[in-house]
């Protein structure tokens, strides 16, 4: 088998994923669930303490809710009589962490280095997990099959470190895709209010609008030296947050995913059956490599197709024996591809997904040996693992832009 030699980078590439208004977000789509037809997002409504308390504060609220005034953190005396329509709901923490869990697993997917900084918001670091995708289109990616398959929406930062992922994701808000890389801090970070700042906190406000510090603009250029005799270290850190520098690690606690997959959005609606098998090659290709990247096998495979009219297609069969080997897992997935395919309909969407993974010492079977092809494969997957996944690319994969 034919391999050709490509570059590949190796930047940092982080992503900050931030659940939109959590709370209520998660509180509708439970009621949803259960047969309520009313989505409470549409509405004025709260999440709040106990009702019968008049001292309850407000926990999340609605659009609606904050268009006419409604605040997190004031009581529910405070804002019924700025909106009298207000309908409230106690918040359910069992759900809660279930729709954290489920985020999290399906980020699993993507890379196992994931920090869980809050409930509802994580860092990813994606640096050797792209294969031959954009850290933007893995973003545009995470962003749609959160709102596609778990039921909310999430905001997501790309950038180069967390500081600027973060802020990234808190700009324009719901269910949006920002950048903040160094080279776009002075157009987009610079000219925001400096409270807006990750850690700034409401008492520094003062004493920096007191030493003539407005915008975080003005806290980056301002002399780092004299700011760390005012402020001491805070100020340091303040001065390089305001210029986009930090060097903080993704903090993750190693977990094995349940599912690994991957999809792809064709640039062109193809209804030609070669073609689209060469998409699922370079799709098994990433999948399989990810597998043996986490020492799982697989024991069930299955693939997806979208239709030109947006109708999802999917189909899974259950692997002969569990495996991580390119070849055979391709096999598969060409005979469920052939067995779901039949009309020639026009495809927009190609996504391929190994389920059922068991770690590699746990093979059920005496007979579970793998093909001779699991030596080219793991010698594919040193020369990847040291120069990037798209350092060497199959003859037989597909460069989804030249099918056209």
Avoid at 84 to 98: C, M
Avoid at 221 to 227: G, I, T
Avoid at 320 to 344: L, P, V
Wanted: hydrophobic share 40%; charged share 30%.
């Amino acid at each position: 088998m034919f391999y050709n030699w490509i570059g590949d980078s190796m930047e940092r590439q982080i992503l900050h994923v931030d659940v939109n208004n959590a709370f209520l977000s998660w509180t509708a789509v439970e009621r949803l669930k259960h047969g309520e037809k009313i989505d409470i997002r549409t509405i004025p409504a709260a999440i709040c303490g106990d009702e019968n308390k008049r001292s309850g504060i407000i926990l999340a609220k609605s659009t609606l809710a904050k268009s006419v005034g409604v605040v997190t953190g004031e009581t529910i005396y405070q804002a019924t009589r700025k909106c009298p329509n207000l309908t409230l709901f106690k918040p359910d923490f069992n759900a809660y962490r279930e729709y954290s869990k489920a985020l999290y697993n399906l980020l699993l997917e993507y890379t196992y280095k994931i920090e869980r900084f809050s409930i509802d918001e994580c860092f990813l670091d994606m640096t050797g997990f792209l294969m031959n995708d954009t850290l933007l289109s893995k973003a545009i990616e995470i962003n749609r099959r959160v709102k596609e398959e778990l039921g909310f929406t999430v905001n997501v930062g790309v950038s180069e470190n967390k500081l600027l992922a973060k802020m990234a994701s808190d700009f324009t808000k719901p269910d949006k895709i920002h950048t903040l890389y160094r080279n776009e801090i002075r157009t987009k970070m610079w000219p925001l209010d400096v409270s807006e700042l990750f850690m700034i906190g409401r008492r520094s406000v003062p004493k920096l609008n007191s030493i003539g510090i407005h915008k975080i603009g003005d806290l980056a250029n301002f002399d780092k030296n004299v700011l760390i005799k005012k402020m001491g270290k805070f100020g340091a850190m303040a001065w390089e947050y305001a210029n986009g520098i930090d060097n903080s690690e993704v903090n993750y606690i190693r977990e094995k995913p349940k599912s690994i997959g991957n999809s792809v959005t064709l640039p062109v609606d193809i209804s030609n059956a070669e073609k689209i098998e060469r998409v699922l090659l370079s799709l098994v290709e990433q999948v399989t490599f990810r597998l043996r990247k986490e020492e799982l096998l697989a024991m069930v495979a299955s693939v997806q197709l979208r239709t030109h009219d947006f109708k999802d297609i999917a189909h899974q069969s259950k692997l002969d024996i569990a495996t991580s080997n390119t070849k055979d897992i391709y096999a598969k997935a060409k005979e469920i591809f052939k067995e779901m395919y039949k009309y020639n309909i026009p495809i927009r969407l190609v996504g391929f997904r190994v389920e059922k993974l068991i770690e590699k010492d746990e093979q059920i079977s005496m007979f579970n040996t793998e093909s001779n092809t699991k030596n080219l494969d793991k010698t594919i997957d040193d020369l990847r693992n040291k120069y990037g996944y798209n350092s060497i690319k199959k003859a037989g994969e597909v460069d989804i832009y030249m099918l056209h």
